[in-house]
């Protein structure tokens, strides 16, 4: 599902790919077996033990760099049966292979508000190996009363900022890859470069047909999430699908924004909307359960309702 990587321009020095991570530095078998343990029959290694052989194939130039070697070694971990103890939790939902495809992959995510902070977060707990993470917009006060990734310290700042640092924090394996731009038709194709999967998370109708339009014609598959005070909606498109043309048509005459402009955007829609942005992300990178695909989720937290419409 990935497309090349482009190659370094003539005199730049050369990033190590995640292969010639795991082939460098000392022998990772016999130096993850030292420092595994066992837990309820399970081989583990824990978080400090897996920064340690990474740090090993050190210096590093740049957080990514040390982010792919980290990763490395979980991957090095958990081919040979022993998890890292963070993953424990995942294995019954995904099993180690699904933990290993999730690292693995790139995930993009347009729109880091109410709905992309969330996704970035779970995604990033999960173990997704790297994160695009693309908004134009700077934090203001009318973001606090639902976006995770906004306090009153962050008011000014901008929101791809703020999701690098905290996807860092929360995992230093996972590589966020921040781009402070508004997406175009012109260059989505540049920005989703390399990515597996694309998550719509704005609050733009027109702007969700051009990510559709772009996931479409690289070939993956994008996630949509929408809210409107107590409602909301997911669903997930591939690249043959009618997808949000379904609900919007050619998209000539829509508004900018839906409902949302009039009903609002409480807290707790985007938190539950989110969540199943991402389960329809891991869905589709481990090949586990059914995607929303041709269904529109809607959620009425109002009257304590979900169903599912047939799209196309």
């Known amino acids: 599902m990935t497309t090349p990587r482009p190659t370094a321009p003539e005199g730049a020095q050369r990033m190590p790919t995640e292969p010639e991570l795991e082939r460098s530095g000392p022998d990772l078998a016999p130096a993850i077996q030292q420092r595994a343990r066992d837990v309820s029959?399970?081989?583990v290694i824990g978080l400090?033990?897996?920064?340690?052989?990474?740090?090993?194939?050190?210096?590093?130039?740049?957080?990514?760099?040390?982010?792919?070697?980290?990763?490395?070694?979980?991957?090095?971990?958990?081919?040979?049966?022993?998890?890292?103890?963070?993953?424990?939790?995942n294995l019954g939902t995904i099993?180690?292979?699904?933990?290993?495809?999730?690292?693995?992959?790139?995930?993009?995510?347009?729109?880091?508000?109410?709905?992309?902070?969330?996704?970035?977060?779970?995604?990033?707990?999960?173990?997704?190996g790297a994160l695009v993470l693309i908004d134009g917009d700077l934090f203001e006060e009318?973001?606090?009363?639902?976006?995770?990734?906004?306090?009153?310290?962050?008011?000014g700042i901008?929101?791809?900022?703020?999701?690098?640092?905290?996807?860092?924090?929360?995992?230093?394996a996972v590589e966020a890859i921040g781009h402070t731009q508004v997406v175009t038709r012109e260059n989505l194709p540049t920005l989703l470069r390399g990515a597996d999967v694309l998550v719509d998370a704005v609050d733009r109708l027109p702007t969700r047909l051009v990510l559709q339009d772009g996931a479409q014609a690289l070939g993956i598959p994008m996630v949509h999430g929408g809210i409107a005070g107590f409602l909301g909606q997911a669903?997930?498109?591939?690249?043959?699908?009618?997808?949000l043309r379904a609900l919007y048509g050619d998209g000539d005459q829509l508004p900018e924004q839906g409902l949302e402009a009039v009903l609002g955007t409480p807290a707790a829609t985007p938190m539950a909307v989110a969540a199943w942005e991402a389960q329809e992300v891991v869905k589709?990178?481990?090949?586990?359960?059914?995607?929303?695909?041709?269904?529109?989720?809607?959620?009425?937290?109002?009257?304590?309702?979900?169903?599912t419409v047939q799209l196309g």
């Open 41 to 43: 029959g399970t081989r």
């Open 48 to 89: 400090p033990q897996v920064h340690d052989l990474a740090d090993r194939k050190g210096p590093f130039h740049s957080t990514a760099e040390r982010s792919r070697a980290i990763r490395a070694v979980e991957i090095a971990a958990l081919e040979m049966g022993v998890v890292p103890t963070r993953y424990l939790p």
């Open 95 to 128: 099993g180690a292979a699904g933990q290993i495809q999730l690292l693995r992959s790139r995930v993009a995510i347009v729109g880091l508000g109410g709905l992309g902070g969330y996704v970035a977060e779970a995604l990033a707990r999960m173990g997704v």
């Open 142 to 155: 009318t973001n606090l009363n639902r976006q995770l990734l906004c306090t009153e310290r962050q008011l």
């Open 158 to 172: 901008d929101k791809v900022r703020a999701a690098c640092s905290r996807v860092g924090a929360v995992n230093a």
């Open 235 to 243: 669903t997930t498109v591939f690249p043959d699908d009618l997808g």
């Open 284 to 307: 589709i990178l481990t090949g586990r359960g059914a995607p929303l695909r041709q269904r529109l989720l809607v959620i009425d937290m109002e009257s304590g309702t979900v169903q």
